[in-house]
Nanobody, 117 residues
Framework: QVQLVESGGDLVQAGRSLTLSCAAS????????MGWYRQPPGKQRELVAT???????NYADSIKGRFTISRDNAKNMVYLQMNSLTPEDTAVYFC???????????WGQGTQVTVSS
């Protein structure tokens, strides 16, 4: 089994920065894509950013230029640097990985990010 543990969620003021981390552990053959999704209050879960094993990134339009995703393959970790936060970024942020030859997907339990105006 694979476990994902997110950390770094917090209550911050608009304009501030925050970095989320996610550590993957367990029976891990090879992590392919890693990423972050978020679920704002009362809304559906949405893509934030993904990064392939070769560090090719993909970002949602709403956060381009403000958020940066990165990963450490040796540590099985993925990060999300979030700058210039706005109240619209308030959400539960979920870590996501795809692992192994079958590209099985796994989710973390989520970490709350709240941005006050």
């Amino acid at each position: 089994q694979v476990q994902l543990v997110e950390s770094g969620g917090d209550l911050v003021q608009a304009g501030r920065s925050l970095t989320l981390s996610c550590a993957a552990s367990g029976t891990i053959f090879r992590i392919n894509t890693m990423g972050w999704y978020r679920q704002p209050p009362g809304k559906q879960r949405e893509l934030v950013a993904t990064i392939t094993r070769g560090s090719i990134t993909n970002y949602a339009d709403s956060i381009k230029g403000r958020f940066t995703i990165s990963r450490d393959n040796a540590k099985n970790m993925v990060y999300l640097q979030m700058n210039s936060l706005t109240p619209e970024d308030t959400a539960v942020y979920f870590c996501y990985v795809r692992i192994g030859p079958n590209d099985n997907s796994y989710w973390g339990q989520g970490t709350q990010v709240t941005v006050s105006s």
